[in-house]
């Protein structure tokens, strides 16, 4: 199996899961946030059983394999510090999040159902990308200057 249709089974894997639990809905994701009125609490079990499976499956593999199957190495990451960038990307994706409904590996899958509104998050998300790049640059500039 070579790497790119390794790719492309994991990432149906992940998307058919995200469809499967509901999270591609941006209702039922709002309606996890909203714990004073609709409250469905069904989410929870979906990143808790994410969290366990990952964490289990991440102890498996690392125990086993000193490297992936199609790569050199792991691609971890190196800091653990938590730094002003750390939290203020998290805030602004929780707003995000919570604004939307939509969270990047839902939204993703989402767009096979080509609603309106799917299509503009996912084309604001990359925008989003794309002016925090260039924000990390050029402050990576003026801190070396």
């Known amino acids: ?33 909203d714990i004073a009125g609709t ?41 653990k510090d938590i730094d002003s960038q750390l939290v203020g990307g998290a805030a602004l994706f929780g707003i995000g999040w919570g604004i939307a409904g939509f969270c990047p590996g839902g939204a993703i899958p989402a767009l096979g159902l080509g609603r309106a509104e799917t299509l503009i998050f996912v084309g604001a998300m990359v925008a989003g990308i794309a002016v925090g790049r260039l924000a990390r640059t050029r402050l990576a500039r003026l801190a070396t200057t």
């Open 39 to 79: 409250w469905d609490p069904s989410l929870i079990f979906v990143m808790g059983g994410g969290l366990a499976i990952a964490f289990a499956g991440y102890r498996f593999i690392f125990a086993r394999r000193k490297r992936p199957v199609f790569e050199t190495a792991f691609a971890l990451p190196g800091r």
């Open 1 to 33: 199996m070579s790497k790119l249709a390794s790719a492309f089974l994991i990432g149906g894997l992940f998307g058919l899961g995200i469809a499967v639990s509901g999270m591609i809905n941006p209702a039922k994701v709002l309606n996890f946030f």
